[in-house]
C-alpha cells in the first residue's frame, strides 16, 4: 500500500528541500531593477556569500548552475593552452577537466578511483616532477557527490607549498559549501566554485566564483565579455552584477536563505550537519553487518556531511529507491556515475534537514530493505537514535 501521502523528502544530492520561508520571500510581484530595494538587497549578498565561504576576498555570482561556475572559473584563471592537473576521486572532477579539455587547455589527471579520497604524496611527486612549473592550476572537488568522498584541501595546500609551485588551488565546494566545514583564506584556496541549490537552500539558478587577488593577478586574458569576473565582482552599474536582467525572485530567495544561515550560525550549521552524517552513517553500519549494503567510503574522516553513497547488489540500489519513493515518499538519489549505477543509491543530506527528517529517512529505509528481502543487519534505527540522542 502506498503511505506516500503527505509532505514528499527529496533526500538527493541537490536541488535539496527548500526552506518554506525562502518560498515565500519568491513568491512575489517583480520588483523594479533599477533603484532600491532590490538593489541593497542585493548589495547585501556580498559579505554573507564571502562569510560562508569563510574569505575576505571576491565574489562574483552568475546566472546559472554549477557548470556555469566551472566555465567562468576556468575560463578566467586559464587560457588554451596551459596545463592543468585534475585530482579526480569521482565523476565531478572529471567532468571540469573535460570542460577544460573542450577550452584548449592541456588536462593532466591523476584518477584516485571511486572509492578513495586524493592521496597528497602522488600530488608532491607529481608537483615535483613539474619542475618547470608548467602546471597552471591543480582541479580538486572537495566533496565528490558521485562517491560522497571529502578530500583534504589544507593538504593540497601544504603539499603545493612544500613543493614552492606557483600553481592556483582551485576547488569545486558545490556540494559541501554550507554543509562541510571549508575556510577559503584559512586553507589558502586560490579560486572556489559553488551553486545555491544545495547546502544554500535555493532553487537551481545561480552560481558563484569566489577569487583571491593571487588568481586575479596571474589570471588569462578572459576574452569573454559575459564570464568575466571583474565586472561582476566590481560593478559599476548594478546590471553588471549579473551582466544583464538580475535573477529577481532567486536573489529574494537566497537572501532568506543566507539568513537562516547567519541565524543558526555556520559552526553550527557545520556541527548539524557532522551529527546528522553521523547518525546516517551508524545506521548503515549496522545494517551492512550481514550482506552486501556498505557504505562508498571506509574512511570516516573522509566521509562527506553532507551525501553519502551506498553500494548493495544490483539491482537493489534501484529497487530500494523506487520503494522508498513510491511508498514513503522519500526519493533517494541515483548512483550516478557509477557502474552497475542500480548497485548504488544516495542520500543527500545537505541544507534545510533535522533529526526528524534524518530519522524519517532511515526509517523508510529500513523499511524497503525489510519489504524487499534485502539481507541487512539489525539494529540501524537504534544506532541512529543513540548519536541524536548524544547531540
Ligand atoms: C551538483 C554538483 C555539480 C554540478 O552542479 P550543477 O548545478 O548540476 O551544474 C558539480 N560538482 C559537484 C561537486 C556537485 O555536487
Known sequence: MSLSQGRAYLAIPGPSVIPDVVLQAMHRASPNIYEGELHDLTHSLIPDLKAVARTDENVAIYIGNGHAAWEAALVNALSPGDSVLVLATGRFCIGWGEMAARLGVDVQTINFGEASPIDLPQVAAALTADDGHRIK??????????????????????????????????????????????????????????????????????????????????????????WDWQPRTDPEMYFQYFDGTAPTHHLYGLRTALDLIKAEGLDHVFDRHETLAKAIWAAFEAWSTTGDIHLNIADRGHRSHAVTSVGMASPDGDRLRQWCEKTCGLTLGIGLGRSPSDAYFRVGHMGHVNAHMIMGALGAIQSGLIALDIPHGSGGLDAAAVVIAAG
Request: proline share 3%.
Open 137 to 226: 592550476a591543480i582541479l580538486a572537488v572537495h566533496v565528490d557527490t558521485s562517491t560522497s568522498v571529502k578530500n583534504d584541501i589544507p593538504g593540497l595546500r601544504k603539499a603545493l607549498d612544500a613543493a614552492q609551485h606557483p600553481a592556483l588551488l582551485m576547488v569545486d565546494c558545490i556540494a559541501s559549501l554550507g554543509c562541510d566545514r571549508f575556510e577559503m583564506d584559512g586553507w589558502g584556496v586560490d579560486v572556489m566554485v559553488s551553486g545555491c541549490q544545495k547546502g544554500l537552500m535555493t532553487p537551481a539558478g545561480m552560481s558563484f566564483v569566489w577569487y583571491n587577488a593571487k588568481a586575479d593577478a596571474v589570471r588569462g586574458a578572459c576574452n569573454t565579455a559575459y
